[in-house]
């Protein structure tokens, strides 16, 4: 049996496994040992192997076991192992590497190993030595932790290697291409083809110096009626070399090619300039090679015609193109502007300004636009207010409006009437500071006043619209009275909201206002959007009237007219004088010697404004004889000195209303009193200019 024939066999049937994927590196790996194993080998033999992996894998080749019969320096039997011919090993005697294969390894220096197993003929008696057995495996090169092959030849990859199995790849860093031979990282130099009348060019990395091995290409190229010019900017330099004849372009430089003509090769330090080319298409080359420096190059081309006319722009009505020439070219521009009280439109669109220019292609940029007559939007409508138009042709341009409020019963917050002019930019302009126009009610002021101050009273029946703030009040079945304060606004008291202690809903207030005919609750009805007690108000059992004060806050926001108008809250800090007229309000007060009773009209009386102490020693005497609520600084009382005819009491809740320069105030709420026929006893009031703080906030906040 041949040599050859026996190792292909052997190694046909111990490499096992062959590629497998293993953590997706390819491992190949096998075993190696004598036929014989684990019997003795013979004497006299020769044994060859070749093992083989991949290219880009190494061989590790672990003696597992080794029993080879000992001689000095193995000259007997031995194992040889080599690779190309060079020795790496060669081994005999006893050993057990199991524990520690490792240690027995051996690493070929390339893909191919040879192992030899020989013995000699010197021992002719049979031995007992079993030989060897060896496994491998095929390991990655790592190409790319090979060190500097030091020789000035080229790394594998010029920028980063990546390993890979049996393999390794280049790349570059981002802003780089890899060259045609994959090891070479190369400049990606951007834009290549400039087709545009004017554009902007420079080298990589400007105004940064430029990369090492460049190879940038530019063409501009235009049609061929028009020339390009080059416009390099005064920062300029592209390394040149001295020589003998000058200074040259021998690594690194910039050459402008134009058909037809000489290449130019620029280099140096100073900017070329304006290079006029004379052609509609020109090619720059940029070329740096591996060493020296260029701090590199930026330039601006602009292209023109002689040929290129556009045609005579035309006129504007109303308006002027400029500047008026007598032919236009390629590159010449025009304005439009319109006259005063004009403006610009294209498209049906308001533009600001207008320009166009004279193309390429001999026509204008854009159409001419339109000058048309400014106009404002219709004015807004003023709630509670109007408009008239002054001067002028409808919202056009220069028109004059005026707006107004309804007097007597509105007015604006500065007084007069405010003016608004249709200015240039299409908007409606006034030299009033205010931008929101808001008509402001009027208060206190009614168109009728009650003739004389009654100083007998008994219950006068009020002429129409000289109490127009009275509210009635219909809750559950009880009368009660407020007063309108604001277009949305009611103020009463807060014992006539409440019932058991508990608030009433406000689906049951039902308010009447204006010409009331009280028999049929008719008259303008409004409607309770949120009913706000005063927090402080705690009267569980009818002895506790301090803070009797109440808001209705009403769902619709009422119109003022002659009939309804609102009373003005007190001023700050306002004083309630003693024997200050008072009009108290309502539709219960008992006429004459009469129990009470509903009339059908508005009743009234003049009360007066009773000292505190006085009415303090009033309230204090009663109580001694009679479970009654004490009298607090939030009230006041009023009546007539002489006492009779019980008319101190409107109906709960209803104004005492005090006029005061021309205008009535709420100075008090009708909240409680002791028949106050006697003389001596008094009506008691809530005192209203306590609590603008509470009335102010409740408005601004519900
Ligand atoms: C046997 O192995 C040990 C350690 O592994 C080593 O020191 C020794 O030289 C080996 N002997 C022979 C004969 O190879
Ligand atoms: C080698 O080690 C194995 C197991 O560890 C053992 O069975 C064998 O006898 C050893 N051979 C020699 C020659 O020491
Ligand atoms: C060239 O460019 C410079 C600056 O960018 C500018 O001032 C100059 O007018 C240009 N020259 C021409 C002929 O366009
Ligand atoms: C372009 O033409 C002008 C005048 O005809 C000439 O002065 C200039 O040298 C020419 N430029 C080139 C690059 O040929
Ligand atoms: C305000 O305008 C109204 C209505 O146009 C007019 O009746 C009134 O006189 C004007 N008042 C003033 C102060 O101009
Ligand atoms: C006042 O306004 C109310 C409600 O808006 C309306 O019912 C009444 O008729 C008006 N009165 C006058 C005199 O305009
Ligand atoms: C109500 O509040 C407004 C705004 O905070 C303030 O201008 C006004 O003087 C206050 N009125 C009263 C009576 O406190």
Known sequence: MGWTYTVIWFLCLSVRGSWQ??????????EVHF?????????NQKKEWDLWVPEGYQIQLSLTHLDIKASSGCSQDSLTVLHDQEVLGSFCGQNNSTDHPDKESIL??????TLIFQTSDSTPELQQ?????????????DECSKPDPGDGSYPLCSQICINTPGSYTCTCHSGYKLHLDQHTCLFSCGDCIFDKHEGHLSSPWYPGPSPPILSCKYIISVEPKFTVTLN???NFHIESVDTQQGPRCLHHWLQVTTPGREPIKLCGGKSP???????STVRLDYHTDNEGLSHGWSLDYSTYSEE?????????AKGRVTPTLTEYFYRDYIHVTCKRGYRLIMDGQKIRWFSAMCQSDGQWQLPLPECQLIDCEEPKPLLNGGLTFLSGVKNQYGSVVQYHCNEPFYFFPGGGNVSFTCKADGKWRSNH???????????GKPRKLIPTYQRTVGGSEGPDNTIPWHVLLYINGQIGGGMVIADRWILTAAHILTHDGNLVSKDDVQISMGLIDVHTLLGSHAYAASIHIHPEYNNPNGLDYNNDIALIKLQDAITFNSSIMPICLPAEGATYVTDMIGLVSGFTIRDTDNYRILTDNIKYVHLLVVEQETCSTSVNELRKTKDLPSLTNNMFCAGVPDGGKDSCHGDRGSPLSVRDGGRFWAAGIVSWGVDCRHRGTYGIYTRVANYLDWINKTMQEK
Do not use: M
């Open 21 to 30: 994927q293993l953590n997706s590196e390819p491992v190949i790996h096998g």
């Open 35 to 43: 036929p014989q194993y684990p019997g003795p080998y013979l004497p």
């Open 108 to 113: 070929s220096p390339g893909n191919r190993l």
């Open 129 to 141: 030595h079993t030989g060897f057995s060896a496994t491998y495996k095929a390991i990655d090169i």
């Open 232 to 234: 390099f900017s005064e």
């Open 273 to 279: 300039g304006v290079l006029a080319t004379n052609s």
């Open 308 to 316: 290129v006319k556009c045609p005579f722009p035309g006129n504007v």
């Open 433 to 443: 500071n205010d931008a929101t126009l808001t008509c402001i009610p009027v208060c």
